[in-house]
């Protein structure tokens, strides 16, 4: 299994690696991206990972990364010719391609294409071609993509021409928070750069609410926190706000809904899909409207208690176990198929 070290990615395949374990699956990561940190380097200890092989090769999102993705494939295959896996299962799209001996599962955790249409309301421009061109490619090599919720799968559709089996396994967490006491005040997390997360929004307007309104995360006030920090954070927050403007599935948000917070999220798509009736929906460029809706989960407990059972509720739809066993079925049907197509050519 491959994983970017950046995002939320890297949490999903750890979770995904543990539910697995009671399937009989054993999972060697490899990694791309940053080197990892002292507090991913702690979650991977305490994982079922069986092999970690570590990389700092560029991103395909990221920008010029093509000589980094070439020698990162070359890498791979080197990996699968030595560990021999059943299957291949890439968490990204440019590899998918590349002359595997195994077959090849993609999942579509977010792509550039989708992000730039959902942030900027219009296509990437023309520099972006090469990279549309190799997330095709993989898309179209691949045994099946997997996208987390419809949103993202029929954002796939919009951009890309493929023909690969195809479906959607949400996302799945495992939280248990420390017990705490609610406390009066709003949450936000997320990287303050990232115009998708939409952190900002909440800076602008906390003026605006009653309740304090804390940011964390890289370039918020108080900075990227350890993992810890955010999970009692989480515990003690009454509401938390993500007014995304782009989120394939939100695993942030899910966490604060394990930790049963009341949620004000963006109104798009892919939230709509995994949150339901269990939160408030607000317009991602619409302050106002965000303002309105922390002001009135502040002063109404009963709205606020209720959403929050919700969420709860509705969040542990999300375990990790009902995702690893949705993506069995997947490994198993293209093993299968595979064995099949080789037993058919000789």
């Not at 990221?62 to 295959?77: H, K, M, S, T």
């Not at 942030?119 to 691949?142: F, H, I, N, Q, T």
């Not at 949400?170 to 248990?176: A, D, F, I, Q």
């Not at 302050?287 to 502040?298: K, S, T």
């Amino acid at each position: 299994m491959t994983a970017d070290t950046v995002g939320g990615v890297w949490t999903y395949a750890l979770d995904l690696a543990d539910a697995l374990v009671p399937h009989g699956i054993e999972v060697e990561l490899a990694t791309m991206g940053r080197p990892l940190d002292h507090d991913q380097r702690a979650a991977l200890a305490r994982s079922a990972v069986a092999g970690h092989h570590e990389s700092a090769f560029a991103l395909e999102w990221e920008q010029d990364p093509w000589d980094d993705v070439d020698r990162a494939g070359r890498w791979l295959l080197e990996l699968e010719d030595r560990l021999r896996p059943d299957l291949v299962h890439l968490n990204g799209y440019a590899h998918g391609c590349l002359p595997w001996q195994t077959p090849v599962v993609v999942v579509a955790h977010s792509c550039v294409f989708s992000w730039w249409e959902a942030v900027k309301g219009e296509p990437p421009p023309p520099e972006w071609a090469r990279y549309r061109d190799s997330v095709e490619a993989g898309l179209r090599a691949a045994r099946a993509v997997v996208a987390p919720t419809q949103a993202m799968l029929d954002a796939l559709e919009r951009h890309y021409s493929f023909r690969t089996t195809r479906l959607v396994i949400h996302n799945g967490r495992s939280l248990v928070p420390p017990p705490r006491e609610k406390e009066p005040f709003v949450l936000g997390t997320g990287r303050f750069w990232d115009e998708a997360k939409n952190v900002a929004a909440l800076q602008r307007v906390r003026a605006e609410v009653a309740w304090p309104v804390v940011l964390l995360g890289a370039g918020s006030p108080l900075g990227r926190v350890p993992a810890e920090e955010i999970a009692s954070y989480l515990a003690r927050a009454s509401i938390f706000a993500s007014p995304a403007r782009y989120e394939p599935f939100g695993l942030s948000i899910l966490e604060a809904a394990l930790a049963r917070c009341a949620l004000v999220v963006g109104d798009i798509p892919s939230l709509r899909e995994v949150w339901g009736d269990a939160a408030l929906f607000v317009a991602p460029d619409e302050d106002e409207a965000l303002a309105a809706a922390l002001r009135l989960l502040a002063r109404d407990r009963e709205l606020r208690e209720e959403l929050a059972h919700r969420a709860h509720r509705r969040a542990l739809r999300y375990a990790p176990e009902r995702m690893a066993a949705r993506y069995v079925e997947v490994y198993d049907q293209v093993v299968a198929a595979d064995r099949d197509a080789e037993h058919a050519a000789s």
